[in-house]
């Protein structure tokens, strides 16, 4: 990052999260080395910040069930693809997520 350059601070709205992707798999099962083209959108990422959840009928925010630094499989074509910082990431609902990764 440029001297003096601030970094980027996102706060997602309501229900959505900021997921960090994680890198595209390398190499197949098999070994073999994927050239750039053949390689697929990840569905892997870690949360990086989340909204305050959805507001409620009664004028409540409803609990998000994930948080910050959660790792989560989501869908395919899940969310909108973002640049922060360098940095490829992917604004969602979290309805979109599929599943926290329990380690």
Same mark, same amino acid.
């Given at each position: 990052?440029?001297?003096?350059?601030?970094?980027?601070?996102?706060?997602?709205? !309501? !229900?959505?999260?900021?997921?960090? #992707?994680?890198?595209?798999?390398?190499?197949?099962?098999?070994?073999?080395?994927l050239p750039d083209t053949a390689k697929e959108k990840p569905q892997r990422g870690i $949360?990086?910040?989340v909204g305050p959840g959805k507001l409620l009928d009664s004028g409540e925010r409803g609990?998000?069930?994930?948080?910050?630094?959660?790792?989560?499989?989501?869908?395919?074509?899940?969310?909108?693809?973002?640049? $922060?910082?360098? +940095?490829?990431? #992917? $604004?969602?609902? +979290?309805?979109?997520?599929?599943?926290? $990764? +329990?380690?």
């Amino acid at each position: 990052m440029a001297k003096g350059k601030k970094k980027i601070e996102i706060r997602p709205l !309501d !229900d959505r999260v900021l997921v960090e #992707q994680c890198e595209a798999e390398e190499r197949t099962a098999g070994g073999i080395v994927l050239p750039d083209t053949a390689k697929e959108k990840p569905q892997r990422g870690i $949360i990086r910040a989340v909204g305050p959840g959805k507001l409620l009928d009664s004028g409540e925010r409803g609990a998000l069930s994930v948080k910050v630094g959660n790792e989560v499989f989501y869908g395919k074509y899940a969310g909108s693809e973002v640049e $922060i910082d360098g +940095e490829t990431m #992917q $604004i969602m609902r +979290e309805s979109d997520i599929l599943a926290v $990764i +329990e380690k």
